[in-house]
């Protein structure tokens, strides 16, 4: 997962966007503390719920599931990992055969898969396992009642939440194709389904529909797609589907992500635009969230005003979350690193970041570290590897991975998503007393 150090550069970013995009972005290479695409699997075997993911890969991959997801392996959960053993590897066994009977005996054991991913891993991709071959036999021999399909979650090609980005990316063609130019809202990402089910309330309210989301919560109903559709991305990282999602005919309605009281509100504007609704409904409809975002938000915002924030590359959610803090909650942000940083999608969010903030891509973590250490933030926000150390060190440190198995988006959710970083705080300063 790592690779060689190489110094940092700055380059100014292509393209013309507004306010904070004419930012120089420190981009670095080097050694990186990141999960790999598999944990992308931890939350999306709870939300496609008749889907089971299959990794191929090795004892490491099945012990990072294990420990990513925790306690949930013992709630009989829809992953697990077909192990490559030194046989396959000293092509002792023909690796296709034995993946065909464990495929067999799994979906014999469990006809409750309808979905079935074979994920790949960085040892499946070494020894150049196709998979994809594999998912087409498999589903010729299984259809109609299970689909195989195929992404790959290594850590040699995605990084955490890109893993959510192939693995949707492997829906899209599967989508039925919507007849004529029918016009349909499809909101991208996995959210959790309370989320969802505010979001289609304030939808229903407006007037704007029929609202599909992309993941389905059953794989047999994927949503369809087509000319008419316009789609809102709910996830900041969802790069590669948005792209087979065009290709398809829908088209991206660009916005901030729903994060906080002021990115809901574009965010619901920019569906709201497209379908005509004026102001005044507009307005009426989104008040009360508005307003109870707010009433939750001002009691953290009295903790977090004027304290500063450090991000380390981790989900994509970096500058999302970078600019609500900044603008909702009042805090300073010294440097926001994000692993991957699409500027397009994440347009409207850089035009309000403020000036003057670092915004780097990639990871040098030794690097990292030190301008963190040399910024002393009051919170830093980290994976799980970083954050015990730096907690000795004297920090205060926030986990990066609760931020993207907590609901955060909406209006509903906003006080939450402060009180995230508000509580490592609180918790700091009864420490101290
Ligand atoms: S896919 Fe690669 S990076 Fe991820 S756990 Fe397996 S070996 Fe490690």
Not at 374 to 403: F, H, R, S, Y
Request: aromatic share 6%; hydrophobic share 45%; with cysteine.
């Amino acid at each position: 997962m790592s690779a060689a150090a190489a110094s940092p550069a700055v380059s100014a970013p292509a393209g013309g966007a507004a306010g904070c995009g004419d930012l120089p972005v420190l981009r670095e290479r080097g050694q990186r503390e990141v999960f790999c695409g598999l944990t992308g699997i931890v939350w999306l075997h709870r939300k496609i719920q008749d889907a089971f993911f299959l990794v191929v890969g090795s004892r490491t991959c099945a012990h990072l599931l294990q420990s990513a997801a925790g306690v949930m392996i013992f709630a009989e959960p829809r992953f697990a990992t077909a192990i490559i053993d030194e046989r396959d590897l000293a092509g002792m066994a023909d690796a296709n055969e034995e993946l065909d009977r464990v495929v067999t005996r799994l979906i014999e054991r469990r006809p409750d898969i309808r979905m079935l991913f074979l994920v790949g891993s960085c040892p499946s991709e070494v020894i150049k396992l196709d998979l994809s071959r594999a998912a087409q036999r498999l589903s010729k021999r299984f259809s109609p009642s299970v689909r195989v399909l195929n992404y790959s979650g290594s850590g040699i090609e995605t990084t955490f939440t890109q893993g959510e980005d192939a693995c949707l990316a492997a829906l899209v063609p599967e989508m039925p194709a919507e007849p004529g130019r029918a016009r349909s809202l499809l909101v991208v990402g996995a959210l959790a389904e309370v989320v969802e089910d505010q979001f289609l309330r304030l939808f229903a309210a407006l007037g704007v529909g029929p609202v599909r989301f992309l993941p389905s919560r059953r794989a047999a109903e994927l949503p369809p797609v087509g000319e008419g559709t316009r789609y809102l991305l709910a996830q900041p990282f969802l790069g590669e589907t948005a792209r087979l999602l065009e290709g398809r005919g829908a088209t991206r309605l660009a916005a901030p992500f729903p994060l906080g009281a002021e990115g809901t509100t574009a965010w619901l504007r920019a569906a709201a635009d497209a379908w005509g609704v004026d102001a005044a409904k507009f307005d009426a409809v989104t008040a009360p969230g508005i307003a109870r975002a707010k009433a939750a938000l001002a009691p953290r915002r009295e903790a977090l005003d004027g304290r500063s924030v450090f991000f380390f590359p981790d989900s994509q959610l970096e500058v999302p979350l970078a600019r609500f803090l900044s603008r909702e909650c009042g805090m300073r942000l010294t440097e926001v690193g994000t692993p991957y940083l699409h500027r397009q999608h994440l347009a409207e969010e850089l035009a309000m970041l403020p000036a003057g903030v670092t915004l780097s891509e990639g990871q040098h973590v030794d690097r990292q570290l030190d301008r963190c250490r040399a910024a002393k933030p009051d919170v830093t926000v980290c994976g799980l590897g970083l954050a015990n150390p730096l907690e000795a060190e004297g920090m205060t440190t926030k986990w990066a991975i609760e931020l993207v198995f907590t609901p955060i988006q909406g209006y509903e959710q906003a006080g939450d998503l402060a009180e995230l970083f508000a509580r490592p705080l609180a918790r700091r300063a009864r420490l101290m007393v």
